[in-house]
């Protein structure tokens, strides 16, 4: 039997802490949380009655009946109520994930949770945690069909944010050339300037833009319900449009169901809400929403529509700024003109933090590669920054901008793309809905042509990186997985060659002289290949074996090693890293050690680090808990030991797995040649070398003594 000894640190003492928890904060605190969420997430939607009405009823066309601006209103009244208001604050948030992630990839992670990610030490309890009902479990066939859907709506998110830095940018922009015609000639020179900025604030973190965002936001939904109230006085009969039947005579009346794209433009950023729940929470989320902004933005549209009913066409070429109460040009009207501005421009900060979020939810259940992302605050492991995900977000909204010219050519782009996200995440949480809560249970198309392509384009080249990648990482760790070997069915004594390996105690040699043998065998797993010993010799060195894994057995970086040179190091380390969701953890817990009583010499260690931790491997740390472990359980040999491991810890050797990627050969008649040849590139061409540049630039340690060790047998991975 094997047994192992703790160091003096247990992992029964960090056991509280290894499950992540959405933020938990009370009185001052959540006030305080919920006054960030306005910098972050609402300018998008908060700045919506700038262009809503006038999407509904163009400057161009003829002035609306009292009726129809009540129908009109009571649409967007609903809008609002429907979908922000139940669909995101009150449902979706209460499908977020235990960890306090949302959007649509952690949706489909609720339906189906990945096995890896059930046995992590810091996994989703919602997800891994749940037991399903015996009769009502999702079928197998969905998964992939799901996951795509998912990694669909996470790409059109994604997408929507580089249309709402374009389009929010442009409009404040547009603005300025309101009192300055000058400026509309360099509208897309003034934009670009202005993204660049923006993007370049990033790093600063989700927490200090919050607190310098928040008050312009405050301000503005203040500035937008006051002046909401005054012009609701001049036509109190406005409030009829909170009968939902108004709407739906409105469009009974006038068939003119194109205005939908205008009210459509009311909701633009609530699936911010969802997607941003990784950087607050979700009480935080509704208590700002639901006493704050959906009563700022209901009194706002409410006196837009009571102005327009009075005044008409006096109004009509611009709403919102025609409907300012008091002189024109006056104090007020530049007070609002210049917050509108202010929050236009940060309209877009909603989903690049949204952006942030799903890209870590993507890397984490491996459907990205491991892109370096820096965690910008100690409270909220969620508020994270993603260097390329920012310059990249930059680089395609200057692009957008320059290409299409003007905020208006962007408008049918933008409106196809919020549909189609509020669609997939409606899927994906009735799908939980039925499998998971085990609760009983197209706008836009014609846009395409007209810009709305870019959306989709971009949606459809995001879905194919995430599918592909999710496909072939699935294919890497489930060779992984039946490739590792216990450590009593790959070295033996001499004499003691098995035939066949399995639940087999081991007996540690007596004589340390004794010859160790290494079973060889082929990857394949073929029960026809003949198994051969190696004789193992001790090599004077210190060697820490990388490989994060939850399985059991000696990690790949080690029968690698063996494969290639048959030899055991005088000291062997076999180390795990957990990052656990606290910003720092203690350097006396940063390590546990035990000691693996199959191998002589061998010691199992995990590295507990927090998020904003230095990931720097300390070798000297790991050489103080060993030394701990054997002065207590072999005080006779153990200052021997102790004096050995201090000698060779000052050059150690680090092994991190790798596999030279193959693809398996297929035959399918006569498309043989031509599925192979995909296959080859796919998997050798393109996932193999990222793979590889991804995994070296995220090595744990410093490159010092660092051996790279390509088994020299290649390693097959068949589908």
């Known amino acids: 039997m094997t ?71 009571s649409a967007i009244i609903w809008s609002l109520t429907l979908l922000p208001l139940c669909k995101y604050v009150f449902i979706c948030l209460y499908f977020g994930t235990n960890e306090g992630e949302g959007g649509p990839f952690a949706l489909y992670h609720g339906i189906y949770p990945p096995k890896f990610f059930k046995n992590a030490p810091t996994h989703d309890s919602l997800m891994a945690g749940r037991r399903r009902h015996k009769d009502i479990k999702p079928p197998a066939a969905f998964r992939w069909p799901m996951l795509i859907w998912a990694l669909f709506g996470t790409s059109l998110t994604m997408a929507d944010g580089i249309l709402t830095a374009a389009v929010s940018v442009t409009s404040a922009v547009g603005g300025i050339a309101v009192a300055k015609p000058s400026v509309a000639n360099d509208v897309v020179s003034i934009s670009i300037a202005f993204l660049v900025v923006l993007f370049l604030a990033q790093p600063i973190g989700t927490s200090r ?57 009311a909701v633009t950023g609530c699936e911010a809400l969802f997607a941003n729940l990784g950087q607050f929470n979700a009480l935080s989320i509704q208590i700002s929403f639901g006493t704050f902004v959906y009563p700022s933005l209901m009194l706002a549209y409410l006196g837009q529509g009571s102005r327009l009913i009075v005044d008409g066409a006096d109004v009509l070429p611009n709403v919102f700024y025609l409907t300012i109460p008091g002189k024109h040009n006056g104090p007020l009207f530049w007070i609002l003109y210049v917050f509108a501005i202010l929050a236009t421009l940060i309209a877009s900060q909603a989903m690049i933090t949204a952006t942030f979020s799903l890209v870590q939810q993507l890397i984490s259940m491996r459907s990205l590669p491991p892109l370096r992302k820096v965690h910008t605050s100690d409270k909220v492991q969620g508020q994270v920054f993603i260097p390329v995900v920012n310059w990249a977000l930059m680089i395609a909204t200057i692009v957008i901008v320059a290409a299409f010219g003007s905020s208006q050519n962007l408008t049918n782009a933008y409106g196809f793309a919020v549909a189609t996200v509020m669609f997939t995440t409606t899927v994906l949480i009735s799908s939980q809905m039925r499998y998971v809560k085990h609760w009983p249970l197209i706008v836009g198309i014609s846009k395409i042509p007209h810009g709305a392509w870019v959306p989709l384009m971009i949606g459809l080249v995001l879905l194919t990186i995430m599918a592909f990648w999710t496909w072939a990482k699935g294919l890497e760790d489930q060779f992984e997985d039946v490739s590792r070997r216990r450590v009593d069915g790959l070295i033996v004594p001499a004499g003691e060659f098995p035939e066949k390996h399995g639940e087999r105690e081991i007996v540690q040699p007596s004589d340390e002289n004794t010859t160790l043998y290494y079973v060889m065998s082929s990857l394949s797993g073929s029960s ?48 795990t890293e957990f990052v656990l969701p606290v910003p720092h953890v203690e350097d006396v817990d940063r390590y546990v050690a035990h000691r693996v009583d199959a191998l002589a010499g061998f010691y199992a260690v995990t590295q ?38 201090g000698d060779l810890s000052r050059r150690p050797t680090h092994v991190f797995p790798h596999y030279l990627v193959k693809s398996k050969r297929l035959e399918l008649g006569r ?16 996932y193999g070398r990222l793979g590889m540049l991804f995994y070296t630039r995220n090595l744990l340690c410093s490159p010092n003594g660092w051996l790279g060790l390509p088994p020299r047998r290649k390693s097959c991975i068949s589908v």
């Not at 074996?545 to 076999?574: C, D, E, M």
């Open 528 to 575: 026809s290949e003949v198994e051969e010993r190696r004789a193992l010799s001790r090599l004077s060195i210190l060697t820490v074996y990388h490989g994060i894994t939850y399985q059991q057995g000696v990690p790949p970086s080690f029968t690698g090693f063996l494969r290639q040179w048959p030899a055991l190091p005088q000291f062997g380390i076999f180390l």
């Open 209 to 265: 833009l919050a607190f310098a965002f928040a008050p312009i936001t405050f301000v503005w939904l203040l500035l937008l319900a006051g002046t909401g109230i005054y012009n609701i006085t001049k036509y109190p009969d406005i409030f009829r449009a909170f009968d939902p039947s108004r709407a739906v005579m409105y469009f009974v009346r006038t068939k003119n169901y194109d205005t939908l794209a205008g009210v459509l433009l």
């Open 608 to 645: 507990y680090r927090g998020f904003r931790d230095d990931p720097q491997l300390r070798i000297d740390e790991i050489v103080t808990k060993i030394s701990e472990i054997e002065s207590r359980l072999g005080p006779d040999g153990a200052q021997q030991i102790v004096a050995q491991l």
């Open 3 to 73: 047994t192992s000894a703790r160091s003096s640190t247990s992992v029964e003492d960090l056991k509280p802490v290894l499950k992540r928890r959405p933020v938990s904060v009370t009185g001052l605190a959540l006030i305080l949380l919920s006054f960030q969420t306005l910098g972050i997430i609402y300018s998008d939607i908060g700045t919506s009655p700038l262009y809503v009405l006038n999407g509904i009823w163009p400057t161009s066309g003829p002035v609306p009946s009292k009726e129809d601006v009540v129908g009109g209103v």
């Open 671 to 686: 498309i043989t040649p031509v599925v192979n040849f995909v296959r080859r590139v796919l998997i050798e061409g393109i």
